[in-house]
C-alpha cells in the first residue's frame, strides 16, 4: 500500500485516476486541487468520502500550503495533473495558463524536491513523481507521421506552449537534481465527468438542448482519441513500471476527424435518443476556425506499449458509446457543473444538493 498524491484530482482525469485507485487498489489517495471551474468534488462520486481518500484544497502555486500537506500525507508518489486545460480559454485568457501550467509546476517541483531530499535513502529511491503532459507540445503534423518521444517541440496556442514549459521544467528537475520525475505525453481524452467544454461532452450537451452543433472550420483536423480510464491505467503502469527520466507517449490508436467525431455521437444519439423531428446531424453547423487551429495530432505509442507493457482497452466505438450512455444518464451532472453549483464546497450557496 502506498500514497498516492494527486494534483487535479478534482478535475476530468484526475478524479478518473482517484476514483481508479479507491476502487481497484488498496493505495491512500491525497487529493489536490484549488477547484476551479473545471474541478469539482461532486465527480470523485464514491471516492469522495472514502476512508482512503483525503481531499485539501490547494492552489499549486502556494508553495507553503503545499509543503504542509506534503510533510503531513507523507506521499510516495505524486501524479501531477492540475493545469489549465482549455486551448480556447487560453486564447481568450493566458495568463491563468502561464501561472497554473508554468509557475504552478515550478512551485510543486520545488517542493516536492524538497520533500524528497528529507526521506531516507529508500523512500528516495522508490518515490516516483510523473509530470502529466499533451500531445499538444509537438505542434501540427500533416496527413502521414506520428509523435514519438524524440519529436522535437513546437507548440502552437499558449495552453500547449505553457504546457511545453512545464515538461521542460520537469526534465530539468530530473536531470539536475535527480528527482525521478518521469514525463507523459497523451493524445485527446474522453469520457465520463469530462467538462462540456470540449468537443465531446459538448456536442452532446448541445445536441440534448437542441441546440446548433458547432464544428470548426469544415472539421477536417485529426485528434487521436483514448477513454480516460484507460489513461489512468496507464499512469499507473508508468508509476509501477517506468523510468525516471524516461517519457512516454500515450495514445489510442484512433485517430478521427472532427466531424466525424461529431457525427459519431449524433448517430448513437439517434439509436439512444432519438429526436422526433429527425436525426441529430442536421444540426451540425461549420464555425469559423480557431486560430493557429493544429491539423493533426497522432500518437506513436510503442514504448509504453513495449517497455511499460500498457494499451488501451477501449476502442472508439466502445469507449464512445459508454461515454454518451453516461451523459444520458448523469445529466443533472452536466446541469450542476455548468451552473457552478456542485463546485468546492458551496453547498451553503443555494440548495445545491
Ligand atoms: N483532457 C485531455 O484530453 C488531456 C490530454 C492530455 C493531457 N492532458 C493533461 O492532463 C491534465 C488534466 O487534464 P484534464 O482534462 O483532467 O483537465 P481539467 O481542466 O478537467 O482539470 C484540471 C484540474 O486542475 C485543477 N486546477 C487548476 N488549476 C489549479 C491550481 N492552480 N492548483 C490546484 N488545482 C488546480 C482544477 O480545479 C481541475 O480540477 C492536464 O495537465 C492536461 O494538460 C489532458
Redesign the pocket.
Known amino acids: 500500500m502506498a500514497t498516492y498524491l494527486i ?10 485516476l482517484v476514483r481508479q485507485l479507491i476502487a481497484e487498489t488498496d493505495h491512500r489517495v491525497v487529493n ?9 468534488l461532486d465527480s470523485l462520486d464514491g471516492a469522495r468520502d472514502h476512508p482512503r481518500h483525503a481531499f485539501h484544497q ?5 508553495a507553503v500550503a503545499l509543503r504542509a500537506v506534503l510533510e503531513h500525507e507523507r506521499p510516495d508518489v505524486i501524479v ?7 486551448v480556447d480559454r487560453s486564447i481568450d485568457g493566458p495568463g ?1 495558463f502561464i ?3 508554468v509557475v ?1 509546476t515550478f512551485t510543486l517541483l520545488q517542493e516536492a524536491r524538497r520533500y524528497w531530499l528529507a526521506q531516507s535513502a529508500e523512500r528516495r529511491r522508490a518515490f516516483r513523481m510523473v509530470h ?5 507540445v509537438f505542434g501540427s503534423l500533416g496527413a502521414t507521421g506520428r509523435f514519438t518521444e524524440e519529436t522535437p517541440y513546437a507548440p502552437s496556442s499558449p ?1 500547449s506552449a505553457s ?1 511545453a514549459g512545464s515538461d521542460h521544467l520537469a526534465r530539468a528537475w530530473q536531470r539536475t537534481f535527480g528527482l525521478p520525475v518521469i514525463v507523459t ?6 469520457g465520463p465527468y ?2 462540456p467544454e ?1 468537443l465531446i461532452p459538448l456536442t452532446i450537451h448541445k445536441a440534448m438542448s437542441d441546440a446548433p452543433l458547432p464544428v470548426y472550420g469544415r472539421g477536417e483536423n485529426v485528434r487521436d482519441w ?1 477513454f ?1 480510464d484507460d ?1 489512468a491505467r496507464a499512469l499507473r503502469a508508468v508509476v509501477e513500471r517506468g523510468v525516471p527520466g524516461d517519457t512516454y507517449n ?1 495514445g489510442g490508436d484512433s485517430e478521427r476527424r472532427n466531424v466525424d467525431v461529431v457525427r459519431g455521437i449524433c448517430a448513437l444519439l439517434d439509436e439512444l435518443a432519438p429526436d422526433p423531428a429527425g436525426a441529430h446531424a442536421r444540426r451540425i453547423e461549420f464555425v469559423t476556425d480557431r486560430p493557429g487551429h493544429d491539423f493533426r495530432y497522432a500518437i506513436d505509442a510503442t514504448r509504453i506499449r513495449r517497455a511499460v507493457g500498457w494499451s488501451p482497452r477501449e476502442s472508439f466505438e466502445t469507449g464512445l458509446r459508454k461515454t454518451v450512455e453516461w451523459y444520458l444518464a448523469n445529466r443533472a451532472w452536466t446541469e450542476r457543473v455548468m451552473s457552478g453549483a456542485y463546485r468546492g464546497e458551496r453547498l451553503g450557496a443555494g440548495s445545491a444538493a
Open positions: 494534483t487535479g484530482g478534482a478535475g476530468f482525469i484526475g478524479s478518473a489536490v486541487d484549488c477547484l476551479t471551474y473545471a474541478g469539482n490547494v492552489d499549486i502555486c502556494d501531477h495533473l492540475a493545469a489549465e486545460s482549455h491563468a501561472q497554473t501550467n504552478g502529466v503532459s499533451t500531445d499538444e495552453y504546457k505525453n497523451c493524445s485527446n481524452n474522453y469530462q467538462f470540449k483514448l480516460v489513461h500515450i
